[in-house]
């Protein structure tokens, strides 16, 4: 078996394995069939590999030295198939990005400066760059403190993203199609979305349109199969309006993780599916329910959160109307599944000054990762 070396880390409230660059064949198809090989993918348990047979931990993280000249690192984002052996480099993961300046610094990549190492990150998938402000202590990311994400059990190290160089990510374009709104002809009428891309492409619509409250847990929606072909119809329709994808069946095969799609609501009150805690409409600015995947979020992809403050900050946009008293503040507060997540957006003239959250990251386990030669045949 071919022995690699590779890194389990939790960044936010996603898990992917982190993997130097020069760990992996140079020859792309290799590759992917070696990554493919390493999550036990194709299959809905990932039994034979280190996958979790969910959207949210079958992600993967290589990193090595940076090829751009204002950046530390680079970072290529692959989102890894379960059931199919599809590997989607077509956009980011914010919430896996957090665990990149930990890994660097960890790792020896980027030089440790305390309190505070600031990570010029080179995400290669959008040709864009992320800063990542991380705490560090005795030369090592800082693991322990009292940042507590919704989604996530405990506290820690507060790392602060800041992607406000993201904008036009993937269509060079904060809004692709030079409009707030834009109405599509689907299969079941007209529908009213907006498309932002900022940090990776997302596409917004009413959660009223959809004929939903907005407020619904996973179960609720991921049930609901009619919803689920309508939400993915759009998504694919507007992949192939903004260049990613040349036919909707191609976007639903070979870029199902991006554009994302966000159904979205004035704030309201409903219950943390994972703990039953009520939130309050108080503690919202808006509510939003995102699917990934074509399944719904558990949380709130840390990329997600980005566009939708930006969104959020964009007169005229459907994120825009929902919010009541927040738009003259830089604060949103978005209401997800399992609790809130808070970022800084600032929008000016169409240009995005500044999107920030915070997340928490750490070192889950370190070692090799075996793969059976007669899987990396072709």
Known sequence: MKRIPCVIMRGGTSKGIFILSNHLPQDKQLRDRTILAIY??????QIDGLGGADPLTSKLAIIGPSTHPEADVDYTFAQVGIDQPVLDYSGNCGNISSAVGPFAIDQGLVSAVEPVT?????????????EAEVEVVDGRAKVTGDCKIAGVPGTGSTIMLNFAGTAGSVTGKLLPTGNVIDTLAISSGSIDVSIVDCANPMVFVRARDMGIRGTESPHEINSNAGL?????EIRATVAVMIGMAGTVQEATAKSPAFPMIAMVSPPAEYEDFTTGRLISSKDVSLVARLMFMQVLHKTYAGTGTVCTGAAAKIPGTIVNEMLQDSKSTETVRIGHPAGVILLEARVKEGLVERAAFARTARRIMEGYVLVPWDRLRG
């Open 118 to 130: 600031r990570v010029r990150i080179h995400n290669t998938n959008t040709g864009k760059i992320l």
């Open 40 to 45: 036990g993918s194709p299959d809905v348990r």
């Open 228 to 232: 689920l072909n309508r939400l993915e």
